[in-house]
């Protein structure tokens, strides 16, 4: 089993920065794809990015390819979403995920943390 929480969120203009995080505690992490989602009020969740296990494989949505890096602290049990050039269209809850399946689907993730509100002011 694992368990994840997040970090890292905040209000920022349009434009700005944040770096979200996620330490993830159970001994799983380690083989376990990591996935970042948002979801604002009413929508479904939404996939934003991916890392595989291995660090060889990264998956981003379109619309935040070239804006946000996934990245992976194996050894500390941490994922990160590095996010620049943000948007008030990201404006959502930001969601941690690990599961055993790569992919891009929210049903391919087994555990979830709480979430971390990111919230870009135009």
């Known amino acids: 089993q694992v368990q994840l929480v997040e970090s890292g969120g905040g209000l920022v203009q349009a434009g700005g920065s944040l770096r979200l995080s996620c330490a993830a505690a159970?001994?799983?992490?380690?083989?376990?794809?990591m996935g970042w989602f948002r979801q604002v009020p009413g929508k479904e969740r939404e996939f934003v990015a991916a890392i595989a296990w291995s660090l060889r494989s990264t998956a981003y949505a379109d619309s935040v390819k070239g804006r946000f890096t996934i990245s992976r602290d194996n050894a500390k049990n941490t994922v990160y979403l590095q996010m620049s050039s943000l948007k008030p269209e990201d404006t959502a809850v930001y969601y941690c995920?690990?599961?055993?399946?790569?992919?891009?689907?929210?049903?391919?993730?087994?555990?979830w943390g709480q979430g971390t509100q990111v919230t870009v002011s135009s």
């Open positions: 995920a690990a599961g055993q399946v790569y992919g891009r689907s929210a049903s391919s993730y087994d555990y």
């Open positions: 159970g001994r799983t992490f380690v083989t376990s794809t």
